[in-house]
């Protein structure tokens, strides 16, 4: 392979407004961290997904998280980009060979949002509201504190399930803020909910970088934009998540953050789609063992809840 960098440089990138939004920030921080890139030596390429083009069917009946990877893996496997952004709660735990994310972004705000124009919080939404979403995890949380609400389906992007909630079909919907904040959306009823109410899910908020892993001039330019501190947490988490083998069939979730002290926290649930039964697991250590700390609590869930967790019917 060649050791010097080819122009122009090519991101590839899901299409929604969001994940543009996050290729456009990849290119500025490029820019900004390489005075002598011009911005006309940067393309950003859509590339379209299956989980983009499947819009009538939840995630976990067509395949889960990959989905919204593979199209775009292919491309850098075939050299058509140079590099991926990707939302990293969207990525699975193993990636193709020859591939790696090699850069994350400092994390946006991890945490859910309500979005409803009739209550500030899950104990002030009406007895029996309807709430959409795509999310498992989200539905069995939701159910853990409100059984009373009824969730359906609510596939589509930030936008699409806004103008949904708008219409009112549906009285409530949850998202990331850490979309509402890359989007810039304003004006809009969204009131957070506090992890202890509603754990994010692996990675939320977070913004990876994929990218060959033979491709070492690609490598150098996107060392400066590396968050370490990001790439820590993000480390346990998807260890967390690997030990479970999770997918978007499983409600799993985690949020791992470092202390004033420089120690990495780590909590980690499994829970069932009904939201009848929640196992937490936590773990407190050095950063350096960041991936043994989350694989660890993922196994001790993973025994504690048995085989029958995850494939008992809601």
Known sequence: M???LQLPIRIGTRGSPLALAQARETRARLLAAHPGLAADQIEIQVIRTTGDLVQDRPLSEIGGKGL??????????????????HSMKDM??????????????EREDPRDVL???????????????VVGTSSLRRQALLLR????????????????????LETGEVDATLLAQAGISRL????????????????????????????????????????PLNHPATEYCIRAERAFLAALDGSCRTPIAALAH????????????IVRPDG??????????????????GFDAGVELRLRGGGSFFTAAP
């Open 92 to 105: 699975p735990t193993i990636l193709p060979d020859g591939l790696a994310i090699i850069c994350l972004l």
């Open 276 to 293: 009848s039964q929640l196992l937490e697991a936590a773990r407190h250590g050095a950063l350096a063992d960041a991936s043994r700390m």
């Open 258 to 269: 470092i202390s004033a002290e420089g120690n990495l926290h780590l909590r980690g649930q």
């Open 145 to 164: 504190v409100r059984p009373d609400l009824k969730v359906v389906a609510f596939r589509g992007n930030v936008q699409t399930r806004l103008a949904k």
């Open 115 to 129: 979005i409803c124009a009739k209550a500030g919080s899950l104990a002030a939404l009406p007895e029996g509201a």
């Open 68 to 85: 919204f990877t593979k199209e775009i893996e292919e491309a850098l496997l075939d050299r058509r980009i140079d590099m991926a952004v």
């Open 184 to 223: 810039g959306l304003k004006g809009i009823p969204a009131f957070i909910l506090p992890p202890e109410e509603m754990l994010p899910a692996v990675a939320q908020g977070a913004i990876g970088i994929e990218a060959r892993c033979d491709d070492e001039p690609v490598a150098r330019l996107l060392r």
């Open 2 to 4: 060649s050791d010097t």
